[in-house]
């Protein structure tokens, strides 16, 4: 069983992730960020219209991540924190695809959901994605899911690197997953899992530990409903400049 399906909030040594807004994603979103993963060469930055962005919520926000709850699908903005009060909108991150391959379990009986992420390239080179992905695993994990995947295509060196960061072990190569520019474009698949701990050996060994080790606990503390709420809640969220 899978504890509960909300996207809460989670918030790290420099980051909070939690529902956004519109304008939140038009911010994160402000170039289009399929043309900077370097996949085919491909590394312009093209500004997104907003409108584009606005299709993406046809209806009402809220209702889509309303939505997206009854649907399994966790959506955060990522924040960097700039003091007490205000954050600005910097990435985002989508868990959703449980099962992956196995469509049609809705009992999830593998326990597994898959990771995308994005961050506006204002950030890149700071680590805030890898702290973010942290963040999440420990709360998928928490959830109660077992395997946490994700991937990336030839040539997506920085989310390769991230994904390595991570933890994430590769499991799969899907020759021609896709074309670009018609030429076949490969996928990488990658899986972290819940870490397991070994019984003690009859040599009285300490436990062996597989898989993924918790990240400090002063790195994953769940967001605390402090009195600064309504101002992360309500506005108070600085928009990208
Ligand atoms: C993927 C993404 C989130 C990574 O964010 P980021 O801030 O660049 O990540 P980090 O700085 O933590 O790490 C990037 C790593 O890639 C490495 N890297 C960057 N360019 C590289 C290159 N050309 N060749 C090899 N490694 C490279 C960096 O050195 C760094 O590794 P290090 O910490 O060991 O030095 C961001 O680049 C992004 O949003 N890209 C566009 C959208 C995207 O691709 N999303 C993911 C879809 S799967």
Redesign the pocket.
């Known amino acids: 069983m899978i504890k509960h399906y909300q996207t809460l909030p989670i918030q790290t040594e420099r980051l909070i992730l939690k529902k956004g807004t519109i304008d939140d994603f038009i911010a994160v979103h402000e170039y289009d960020?399929?043309k900077?993963?370097?996949i085919d060469g491909e590394f312009e930055y093209k500004k997104m219209n907003p409108e584009v962005i606005k299709t993406w919520f046809q209806l009402d926000i809220e209702q889509v991540q309303a939505n997206n709850e009854s649907a399994h699908i966790f959506d955060w903005i990522i924040y960097l924190k700039k003091d007490m009060t205000q954050a600005i909108p910097i990435?985002d991150m989508i868990a959703d695809r449980e099962n992956i391959e196995n469509i049609g379990d809705i009992e999830n009986e593998n326990k597994e959901i898959e990771i995308?992420?994005?961050?506006?390239?204002d950030?890149?080179?700071?680590?805030?994605?890898?702290e973010a992905i942290n963040a999440v695993l420990d709360y998928l994990f928490e959830l109660g899911y077992d395997n946490i995947k994700?991937?990336?295509?030839d040539g997506?060196?920085?989310?390769?690197?991230?994904l390595e960061?991570t933890g994430f072990e590769h499991y799969k190569i899907e020759k021609n997953a896709w074309q670009k520019n018609g030429k076949p474009i490969d996928d990488y698949k990658v899986v972290i899992n819940r870490p397991v701990l070994k019984p003690v050996g009859a040599d009285g060994n300490p436990p062996e530990v597989t898989g993924r080790l918790p990240s400090s606990p002063t790195k994953n503390t769940e967001f605390q409903d402090t009195s600064n709420k309504n101002k992360w809640i309500n506005g108070g969220i600085n928009k990208h400049e």
């Open positions: 960020l399929t900077l993963r370097d990435g995308a992420f994005n961050l506006h390239p950030y890149w080179g700071n680590g805030y994605m890898p994700s991937g990336y295509s997506n060196v920085k989310s390769k690197r991230v960061k």
